[in-house]
T-cell receptor
Framework: NAGVTQTPKFRILKIGQSMTLQCTQD?????MYWYRQDPGMGLKLIYY???????DKGEVPNGYNVSRSTTEDFPLRLELAAPSQTSVYFC??????????????FGPGTRLTVT | QKEVEQNSGPLSVPEGAIASLNCTYS??????FFWYRQYSGKSPELIMF????GDKEDGRFTAQLNKASQYVSLLIRDSQPSDSATYLC??????????????FGKGTKLSVKP
């Protein structure tokens, strides 16, 4: 199993550009998540999904959009990139999200800079 | 506002000592608690989870939970230089459809000196 994979690893965007961060998991997990991590900070939840076709906002959704057309894929779309979106983005997945012990598995991250 | 608080550190301990990492949380209804380790430039990886009051041991790691005090800690015995990393405390404060959602603390940076 590859686990959770993310592309690209690094990206530099100009202000106002758009891009999609890709996330794929091969563990047949129902729950998927997008986080951002700013320097010296913990992870903030952007969006999450409890299954194909179902998504919901997390703590910091503004400026982002998601879709979940398959169990495996959970892309994150940035529209009109702003310097405040400079961060490291992590995708994660968990089997159900309904167990007190359900572990979230993280992808390697995408380091995004907006200038 | 749901919050998870950790001392940012850095916490420096000599090799072989016990490292003690602490975390407090705001939501009294929180159900489960996780400790993740994150090496610099890498993604978080789960070390332990705990959901019952008391201690839970796994090798050199012990998680301690006190729900009345809204406090969770991680002890690392016989600390090794390879334990040097940032330790993230995460709390499940979700309900219903967001039951899988975790609130993360900012992390405590641990440095183990040879």
């Amino acid at each position: 199993n590859a686990g959770v994979t993310q592309t690209p690893k690094f990206r530099i965007l100009k202000i106002g550009q758009s891009m999609t961060l890709q996330c794929t998991q091969d563990m047949n997990h129902n729950y998927m998540y997008w986080y951002r991590q700013d320097p010296g900070m913990g992870l903030k939840l952007i969006y999450y999904s409890v299954g194909a076709g179902i998504t919901d906002k997390g703590e910091v959704p503004n400026g982002y959009n998601v879709s979940r057309s398959t169990t495996e894929d959970f892309p994150l779309r940035l529209e009109l990139a702003a310097p405040s979106q400079t961060s490291v983005y992590f995708c994660a997945s968990s089997r159900t999200g309904r167990s007190s012990s359900d572990e979230q598995y993280f992808g390697p991250g995408t380091r995004l800079t907006v200038t | 506002q749901k919050e998870v608080e950790q001392n940012s550190g850095p916490l420096s301990v000599p090799e072989g000592a016990i490292a003690s990492l602490n975390c407090t949380y705001s939501d009294r209804g929180s159900q489960s608690f996780f400790w993740y380790r994150q090496y610099s430039g890498k993604s978080p990886e789960l070390i332990m989870f705990i959901y019952s009051n008391g201690d839970k041991e796994d090798g050199r790691f012990t998680a301690q939970l006190n729900k009345a005090s809204q406090y969770v800690s991680l002890l690392i015995r016989d600390s090794q230089p390879s334990d040097s990393a940032t330790y993230l405390c995460a709390v499940n404060m979700g309900y219903g459809g967001s039951q899988g959602n975790l609130i993360f603390g900012k992390g405590t940076k641990l440095s183990v000196k040879p």
